[in-house]
């Protein structure tokens, strides 16, 4: 089986500080990792993900993550958040035996001017 | 492209109706997926397609449920009859192959069973 779990229902951070938003996951066998925003009434939109390689993935709008394999994390960063991050963050495993993702519960990113 | 599209955006109808909730996917994608999103349960796999064919339907909550994808460029979910607890936010979304190229969402239709 997979599995994602996503620690904290919100984040708070303040405008121009580094944001992270945190993910693990587990699966039997190597992982494919992603990380999607949604936006309110809106569909889940595609951020970055990690297939094999560097372990530091760059995405879209600044956004960047880090595989860790030792403590199988996928944890989504921005060194400096905007008022506009402000959303719901999705993190989603596939292991490379499955067909499907499975989804985490989603982290509430909240930046405060 | 126009994306994923999906209609009606809302729908609100009463217990013991048929709902069908439709999708167009973006042209070429070869995978369509639908989900639901609850705020208890998140965002659940329902069931997927390839090349029109149903995949895996394993989380399709009972038999009420039903979908069909009778051609590469249409995809409906119907649920008949509907229920209270079927109010939920239902998402298409689809993609070129589901090993690791992302999938893409349709803007959801937001259906409220009275």
């Known amino acids: 089986a997979q599995s994602v779990a996503q620690p904290e229902d919100q984040v708070n951070v303040a405008e121009g500080n580094p944001l992270t938003v945190k993910c693990t996951y587990s699966?039997?066998?190597?992982?494919?990792l992603f990380w999607y925003v949604q936006y309110p009434n809106r569909g889940l939109q595609f951020l970055l993900k990690?297939?094999?390689?560097?372990?530091l993935v760059k995405g879209s709008y600044g956004f960047e993550a880090e595989f860790n394999k030792s403590q199988t994390s996928f944890h989504l960063k921005k060194p400096s958040a905007l008022v506009s991050d402000s959303a719901l963050y999705f993190c989603a495993v596939r292991d490379v035996r499955y067909s499907t993702l499975t989804f985490g519960k989603g982290t509430m990113l909240l930046v405060s001017p | 492209d126009a994306g994923v599209i999906q209609s009606p955006r809302h729908e609100v109808t009463e217990m013991g109706q048929e709902v069908t909730l439709r999708c167009k996917p973006i042209s070429g994608h070869d995978y369509l997926f639908w989900y639901r999103q609850t705020m208890m349960r998140g965002l659940e796999l329902l069931i997927y397609?390839?090349?029109?064919?149903?995949?895996?339907d394993s989380g399709m909550p009972e038999d009420r449920f039903s979908a069909k994808m009778p051609n590469a460029s249409f995809s409906t979910l119907k649920i008949q009859p509907s229920e209270p607890r079927d109010s939920a936010v239902y998402f298409c979304?689809?993609?070129?192959?589901?090993?690791?190229?992302?999938?893409?969402f349709g803007p959801g239709t937001r259906l409220t069973v009275l």
């Open positions: 990690y297939i094999t390689g560097d372990n």
């Open positions: 699966v039997s066998g190597n992982p494919y």
């Open positions: 397609f390839n090349n029109n064919v149903p995949i895996d």
């Open positions: 979304a689809s993609s070129t192959r589901t090993f690791y190229n992302e999938q893409f």
